[in-house]
């Protein structure tokens, strides 16, 4: 970006940045949601030139119908107020070019790498709407020129409050994660149950009893 047109604009809108806070909740924070990253002033969408590159595969500005290569996941680090920036065609990292601070650094694509800076960003969000920024070189992420053509390069520079510096978050439709509701506690009675009595064995019928045997007399034998 022209170093004329930051230095007009710093001194109006320098303390702009002091007093944001950081990363208002916004649509990128939604797991597994696909984003676009749309700049406020040409309303394009941050991409990859080409999706099918590998490393160093240049980031630019493009039409949001551009398909995938336009869908991005932000990726919180852990419980830091850190983010990956990731590609959704290609798999790898928003990053600044060789970890460089100085204005005009290029972003790019690149494999992934844990607790590399230069992959790392902050959102200076309020309402979905506001800042990118490097960790690494605490500079901002901005068209160059703030250029409004499709295919204009996106890079990094001082905060000027500049138009190609401000962005906004828009959630790709049906692409969250939905979050599991618990079930509603049931209003319903339930239905009684009978009452089952246990089973009882059966009981034997009662045998008469017999009585006893009356002793017959001996027969009188008479001998004539």
């Given at each position: 970006?022209?170093?004329?047109?930051?230095?007009?604009?710093?001194?109006?809108s320098?303390?702009?940045?002091?007093?944001?806070?950081?990363?208002?909740?916004?649509?990128?924070?939604?797991?597994?949601?696909?984003?676009?990253?749309?700049?406020?002033?040409?309303?394009?969408?941050?991409?990859?030139?080409?999706?099918?590159?590998?490393?160093?595969?240049?980031?630019?500005?493009?039409?949001?119908?551009?398909?995938?290569?336009?869908?991005?996941?932000?990726?919180?680090?852990?419980?830091?107020?850190?983010?990956?920036?990731?590609?959704?065609?290609?798999?790898?990292?928003?990053e600044?070019?060789?970890?460089?601070?100085?204005?005009?650094?290029?972003?790019?694509?690149?494999?992934?790498?844990?607790?590399?800076?230069?992959?790392?960003?902050?959102?200076?969000?309020?309402?979905?709407?506001?800042?990118?920024?490097?960790?690494?070189?605490?500079?901002v992420?901005?068209?160059?020129?703030?250029?409004?053509?499709?295919?204009?390069?996106?890079?990094?520079?001082?905060?000027?409050?500049?138009?190609?510096?401000?962005?906004?978050?828009?959630?790709?439709?049906?692409?969250?994660?939905?979050?599991?509701?618990?079930?509603?506690?049931?209003?319903?009675?339930?239905?009684?149950?009978?009452?089952?009595?246990?089973?009882?064995?059966?009981?034997?019928?009662?045998?008469?009893?017999?009585?006893?045997?009356?002793?017959?007399?001996?027969?009188?034998?008479?001998?004539?």
């Open positions: 970006m022209k170093i004329t047109m930051k230095l007009a604009t710093i001194a109006a320098g303390a702009a940045v002091v007093m944001m806070t950081p990363a208002a909740g916004h649509a990128a924070e939604t797991p597994g949601a696909r984003t676009l990253f749309v700049n406020n002033h040409s309303n394009q969408c941050l991409q990859i030139a080409d999706p099918s590159a590998g490393n160093g595969a240049p980031a630019t500005q493009g039409y949001c119908e551009n398909g995938q290569k336009s869908q991005w996941r932000a990726e919180r680090v852990g419980t830091t107020r850190d983010f990956r920036i990731v590609n959704v065609v290609t798999g790898k990292c928003l600044i070019a060789d970890s460089r601070k100085d204005n005009g650094a290029p972003a790019q694509q690149w494999t992934c790498v844990d607790k590399l800076d230069t992959q790392l960003w902050a959102f200076e969000f309020a309402n979905d709407n506001g800042l990118i920024f490097n960790k690494n070189s605490a500079k992420l901005e068209v160059e020129n703030s250029a409004i053509k499709p295919g204009a390069r996106v890079q990094q520079w001082s905060y000027a409050g500049a138009p190609g510096q401000w962005w906004r978050s828009v959630q790709v439709p049906g692409t969250a994660t939905p979050t599991p509701q618990p079930s509603a506690p049931s209003t319903t009675a339930p239905t009684p149950r009978p009452t089952v009595q246990p089973s009882q064995p059966p009981t034997a019928a009662p045998q008469p009893s017999k009585a006893p045997s009356t002793p017959q007399p001996a027969a009188t034998v008479v001998v004539g």
